[in-house]
């Protein structure tokens, strides 16, 4: 019952937030910080055992298989130098702080800093990706809070060795290199391992069952491993990371469609689950957490201002770290000309990104009972974690809107997608011409080129203003699918015709509707500039690089043939050699298309009102 109550607490807050346009995770902070002093409430222990078992593999699984292996690699030192570095620096700096303000012996301070180093990966995307964050930004934060948290445990586990005793550099160095090369092999043999297996499986339902299971998979046995003679162990969480990362990298060679479609719902689902109820736990801490101080020696004006303290010590030393990481190494000139030099904006978002979550307190937990004003650093952990959550989360939007940095163009995804699809509609053209055309009738070969064609010219019709024709088929072939839902649920009342039967027609009729709404659907968070311009125009097309004086089109009221022969048109393009005014190949007329085959002239420019985007014909690329 329990268990049940707060579920439907996390879903009715969570979706009253949505409807609300403000931040679930704080939200739900709040409410269960109210929740802790409530009688009727009961006691939440978040222990470690149920954080770093029960929901740090799940949530670590769901962000790594939905990471891109290419962007990794593509950010791999800012990811190392704030996932390591960043941590490193964190622990050092706090434990410099905490030592000085409570007297406590450096080693627990060290232990406090790993503690509340590492960015929770659930509020900064979640966050991020809400207001519109560049998509750079978001895949560093991403990155980072991947392997952040393997780096903070084997930081802390370290601190915590060395506060009963002491701890040399070389078992510090050999734990790290122990936790690392030992994740990351046990991470690649379980990928490997379930990769194989998952490609024996045929049955959908059994695939992602297996799924499920990988996270722990993963995690247990690396946590399990203890290396003779060294007090370190693989990390589990750099075990988990890896694995998830690689096999929803594989995912298109080792998955059938329905697969991914069914693996990707269930960990959406879980996702949602796990991090809304995360912070719903956290505060329900707060209650035994503060009733936890009085066995505390320090006085409450001494306790208040260290928490204040290491709160601010945790972002500024972020603040101190990302500038010089984000430019000095940029000051090499392979590194500089390999690289774009980002804005100050956008090192600063990055900076401010650095909110904490649930490792931070699951973390704190590890701690020894013996350990010196340990009631203290519990509450100085969750002081950060809210604080941060409080502090950062709610002013990132703000900062956002201030600084004016430019997220993703919605128009700028649709000129990248059509781009895409269109390279893809060639291939598959390509195998019909080749290998397909005497095989088939002449009505089934016009289907197969139609059902291509029309699947990009819906994306190209995006780039335009008016309701485009894909979008009209959408939404009358969505009424109608309703209407014959309604009359299938009515045969079925009558009762006069099979159930199985009636559950056949009603799937057919579900599966048409979600690839209407899968093709209706705008995955670009940011609604941004009105003026379409490619973030790197012209860098592999000459023909572009060309083409950069705009001609005065010959008729500028509309396309040429169609205004001469009656026609009508979709959107309209302009020939960039000649000002030939042609409709697109959404058109009936193709005219646009026409003209280069007679002409041969490769780029066209987009002729609709706030579209700046170019086309080459021979090198198939956009500019």
Not at 155 to 174: N, Y
Not at 424 to 446: I, N, Q, R
């Amino acid at each position: 019952m329990t268990l049940v109550t707060l579920l439907a607490i996390v879903v009715t807050v969570s979706a009253a937030a949505g409807r609300l346009r403000i931040s679930a995770p704080l939200v739900l902070i709040v409410v269960g910080i109210i929740g802790s002093y409530l009688e009727f409430v009961p006691d939440f222990e978040l222990t470690p055992e149920i954080v770093l078992i029960g929901l740090l593999p799940p949530l670590l699984y769901a962000a790594a298989i939905r990471t891109s292996l290419i962007d990794f690699q593509t950010y791999r030192r800012p990811i190392a130098l704030l996932s390591v570095g960043l941590v490193l620096f964190t622990t050092v700096g706090v434990g410099l702080v905490v030592w000085a303000l409570l007297d406590m012996k450096l080693a627990v301070g060290l232990a406090l800093g790993a503690v509340v180093a590492p960015p929770d990966a659930v509020a900064a995307t979640a966050i991020a990706r809400r207001v519109g964050l560049p998509r750079r930004v978001v895949t560093i934060l991403e990155g980072e809070s991947l392997v952040n948290d393997a780096t903070a445990i084997v930081t802390l586990r370290t601190s915590i060795a060395a506060i009963s005793g002491t701890v040399s550099v070389w078992q510090v160095g050999g734990g790290f290199l122990v936790s690392a090369i030992g994740g990351v092999a046990i991470g690649l043999a379980v990928a490997f391992v379930i990769g194989h297996i998952r490609k024996l499986i045929q049955d959908d339902v059994t695939d992602v069952a297996v799924s499920l299971l990988t996270p722990w998979i993963a995690y247990l046995p690396a946590e399990e491993i203890h290396i003779p003679g060294m007090d370190s162990q693989p990390s589990g969480v750099l075990a988990v990371v890896v694995a998830g990362v690689i096999l929803g990298h594989k995912s298109p060679r080792i998955q059938s469609a329905s697969s991914r479609l069914f693996e990707r719902t269930n960990w959406t689902t879980i996702s949602y689950v796990l991090e809304n109820a995360v912070f719903l736990l956290i505060g329900l801490q707060i209650r035994s957490i503060v009733d936890d101080l009085s066995n505390s020696e320090l006085s409450a004006a001494r306790i208040t201002w260290s928490c204040v303290a290491v709160l601010v010590t945790v972002i500024v030393l972020r603040i101190v770290w990302v500038f010089p990481a984000t430019y000095l190494p940029r000051m090499i000139p392979r590194i500089a000309e390999a690289e774009a030099r980002p804005t100050p904006q956008a090192a600063f978002l990055v900076a401010w990104t650095g909110m904490r979550g649930v490792v931070t307190l699951a973390a704190v937990f590890l701690l020894p009972a013996d350990t010196p004003e340990r009631e203290v650093l519990v509450l100085m952990a969750f002081v950060v974690t809210v604080g941060t959550l409080m502090i950062q989360g709610m002013t990132i939007p703000l900062f956002v809107r201030w600084l004016k940095v430019p997220g993703p163009d919605i128009q700028e995804d649709h000129l990248q997608e059509a781009t895409v699809l269109q390279s893809v509609t060639d291939a598959g053209m390509a195998y019909l011409d080749e290998e397909v055309d005497d095989s088939v009738s002449d009505a089934v070969m016009h289907r197969l080129r139609e059902r291509a064609i029309d699947r990009t010219n819906a994306v190209w019709e995006r780039l335009g203003g008016a309701e485009t024709p894909s979008a009209q088929y959408s939404r009358i072939r969505g009424e109608m699918i309703r209407r014959e839902r309604d009359e299938l649920l009515r045969i079925r009342k009558l009762g006069t015709v099979d159930q199985a039967v009636l559950a056949q027609v009603m799937n057919a009729l579900d599966v048409e509707e979600s690839i209407l709404d899968v093709a209706s659907q705008d995955e670009s968070t940011a609604d941004r500039e009105e003026d379409l311009r490619p973030s790197d125009p012209d860098a592999a097309c000459d023909h572009l690089a060309n083409a950069c004086s705009v001609p005065n089109p010959v008729t500028p009221t509309g396309c040429e043939e169609c205004l001469a022969e009656g026609g009508d048109w979709v959107h309209l393009r302009l020939c960039m050699d000649c000002g030939h005014v042609g409709c697109c190949d959404s058109s009936v007329g193709k005219h646009a298309t026409q003209h280069y085959e007679s002409a041969q002239h490769p780029v066209i420019r987009s002729f609709e009102p706030g579209e700046a985007w170019r086309w080459c014909y021979i090198d198939q690329a956009n500019g």
